[in-house]
Nanobody
């Protein structure tokens, strides 16, 4: 059974930082493209950042330079370091694992940026 379990969300003030983690089980983690998506109320889910099995990364323009995605294949975990957070970063953040037609999602973790 595949499981993606996110953690690390919470309430943070503008300009603050959070680090999200996603622990995967039930898949050969090192083979998968891992991604972080987010969905704000009333908006579509959007890609925030992705990392390939080889470690190549890509980011949404809105987070470039502020967020960093990384992975630890030994721990079957992908991370999203979020710095200089803005109120518009408020959303539920989801972890995704994709490989060919396989596509798995975590349950999401809430990130709220507010003073």
């Amino acid at each position: 059974q595949v499981q993606l379990v996110e953690s690390g969300g919470g309430l943070v003030q503008p300009g603050g930082s959070l680090r999200l983690s996603c622990a995967a089980s039930g898949i050969i983690f090192r083979l998968y493209v891992m991604g972080w998506y987010r969905q704000a109320p009333g908006k579509q889910r959007e890609l925030v950042a992705g990392i390939t099995s080889g470690g190549s990364t890509n980011y949404a323009d809105s987070v470039e330079g502020r967020f960093t995605i990384s992975r630890d294949n030994a721990k079957n975990t992908v991370y999203l370091q979020m710095n200089s957070l803005k109120p518009e970063d408020t959303a539920v953040y989801y972890c995704n694992a994709a490989l060919f037609r396989a596509d798995y999602w975590g349950q999401g973790t809430q990130v709220t940026v507010s003073s």
